[in-house]
């Protein structure tokens, strides 16, 4: 069963043995640097920390939540002892099934909730109230969200998303917000922009970590995560409106911050550490959250998750999802025979590996031009796509390697696309660069045997797993 909030999430991972507790560990480095070292390990805990240097016992930070297959078996209501291979698997059936059923699960409003234990107004808005991190060495400030769900409004159709957008802490009152071209909340900020407007916004600082997970998936514009984290739980999500935006926030949460990005504010932010392993985007000016109200737990706990090089925290989770979107996606596009689909931990987007059963000439580009540019695949920021046969399995990096380096030709195999999405953390960039200036080029590479002669093709040396098994048993090695 999934979970309702963060405290009985964290009492099932205490359960299981995967919560470290970590008392007196100081906001600036110390705590990320904590994080990074449970990241290292691919079985790492999640980390409470608690007792940070200069705030009240009980104003809590919380990181990696779903570095494991267990914790993400756990956050997703899902078994906790499945491998990456059976939870890719599983979750391609259960997207299918979110798909189909998250318009039941519209949010439920209510009253009251624990969000408001604690409510400041106006002057009493103090962001500094909670011990941000400073997650990395040259990161340009503390960065109050990371693991957070910022929501925000189309002004035209109603429709509310949720995003995970890093925030900054500029003072008491002002953070910044870093939205990538292209996110349905930039697009959404954009809007109430052209309109002369400000742009109301919600962020959710603490909270389950299933809410955070949804926003960061690459859901349809217009599609309501809220209704989707409902379909995911087996329950409507409880939100309560927010008296300044009038959006809905989840009135289980830890923190919630309100207020508005007005047009034309901007305020420099960055650089921060980010998700492909740099400081890329550098500093530059980026929209202003004015906070009107803040609202949390007592004893509240905010969730984190810096990236890093990677692997990173965050990963392992995009590289499940990701594997198991597009390969719903390329079938829905109605490319046969797929037969895995991997998107390596880290680099989910920059390279993305698809195994097919050749039917018919061209049916390998097929399925790797789709998956360069289906969104759902590296449409934004791919780089590398690489096609594979289905005795190659393409979670495993050698056997990938083994495809490319005996099955493709080079000078045949590569076909390169120009002017395609490109990304603000893309560290190929040379800065500064105007953000309608962010073109890349990317690759598919088709490392399958070629198919007018597959049949010909050098027998691999396999070996019998019954007689390697035998062999064994008598002579042990
Ligand atoms: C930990 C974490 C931090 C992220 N930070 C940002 C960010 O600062 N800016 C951004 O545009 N996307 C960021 N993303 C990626 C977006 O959350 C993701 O692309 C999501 O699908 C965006 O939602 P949207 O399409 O509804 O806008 C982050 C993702 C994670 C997991």
């Given at each position: ?26 906001w ?13 390990k691919?079985?790492?805990p999640?980390?409470?920390?608690d ?12 990181t ?7 914790r993400?078996?756990?956050t ?6 499945y ?7 599983v979750?391609?059936e ?9 318009q039941?699960?519209a ?13 400041h ?9 909670f ?5 990395h ?13 910022v929501?925000t409004?189309?002004p ?7 995003g995970?957008?890093?925030i ?6 002002s953070?910044?917000?870093?939205i990538?071209?292209?996110?349905h ?10 309109r002369?407007?400000a742009c109301?916004?919600l ?10 997970r949804?926003?960061?998936?690459p ?13 995911i739980q ?8 927010e008296p300044?935006?009038?959006?809905p ?12 990005c007005r ?7 960055g ?19 004015e906070v009107e109200?803040?609202y ?5 706990i ?10 990173n ?8 999802i990701?594997?198991?979107?597009l ?8 490319v ?12 989910t ?7 097919v059963?050749?039917?018919y000439p ?19 920021g ?8 289905e ?9 990938v390697?083994w ?18 999405r ?19 080029s ?15 093709f050098a027998e ?18």
């Open positions: 069963m999934a979970h309702r909030d963060l405290r009985s999430w964290l009492q099932s991972v205490e359960e299981m043995g995967e919560l470290r507790r970590v008392s007196g560990a100081h600036d480095l110390e705590i990320g640097y904590l994080t990074e070292a449970a990241r290292q691919p079985d790492g999640a980390l409470l920390f007792d940070i240097p200069g705030y009240p016992r009980g104003y809590r930070v919380l990696c939540p779903v570095r494991t297959p267990s993400v078996g756990l997703l209501g899902l078994p906790t002892n491998s990456t291979k059976q939870l890719i698997q979750l391609r259960k997207v299918a099934d979110w798909n189909a059923t998250f039941q699960f949010a439920q409003q209510v009253e009251f909730g624990p969000v408001l234990d604690n409510v107004q106006g002057a009493d808005v103090d962001l500094l109230e011990p941000a991190p400073k997650w060495q040259k990161d340009g400030g503390r960065y109050i969200g990371t693991g957070d769900t929501v409004r189309d035209e159709t109603g429709a509310v998303n949720l995970t957008y890093r900054m802490v500029h003072d008491r009152r953070a910044g917000l870093n990538e071209p292209g996110r909340g930039r697009i959404n900020l954009e809007k109430w922009h052209d002369g407007q109301p916004v962020a959710v600082l603490g909270m389950d970590p299933l809410l955070f949804v926003a960061a998936m859901l349809p514009y217009g599609m309501d995560e809220y209704l989707y984290a409902g379909a087996g329950e409507p999500v409880r939100v309560i409106t300044v935006t009038g959006l926030m989840p009135a289980d949460a830890e923190v919630v911050i309100a207020g508005w047009p034309g504010v901007t305020r420099m932010e650089p921060f550490g980010e998700a492909l392993g740099y400081y890329a985007s550098k500093a530059r000016d980026e929209p202003v959250l109200a803040v949390h737990r007592n004893e509240p905010l969730l984190g998750s810096p990236p890093s090089r990677p692997p925290e965050s990963s392992y989770f995009y590289a499940l990701e594997s198991a979107l390969h719903n996606a390329l079938t829905a596009a109605g046969p025979d797929v037969v895995a689909v991997w998107a390596p931990e880290g680099m987007r920059q390279i993305m590996v698809v195994s059963k050749q039917r061209g049916h390998a580009r097929q399925a790797a031009i789709l998956a360069s540019q289906l969104p759902a695949g590296s449409a934004y791919g780089r590398y796509v690489i096609v594979v046969d005795d190659i399995d393409p979670t495993n990096t050698q056997d390697l495809a490319l380096g005996t099955r493709s030709d080079p000078a045949t195999g590569i076909d390169i696309q120009r002017r395609t490109g990304s603000g953390l893309d560290p190929m960039v040379r800065r500064p660069a105007p953000r309608d200036t962010l073109f890349n990317r690759a598919i590479i088709d490392a399958c045997k070629p198919f007018e002669w597959k049949a010909e691999p040396i396999e070996f019998d797993p019954e007689l390697l098994e035998r062999v064994q048993a008598k002579w042990p090695i």
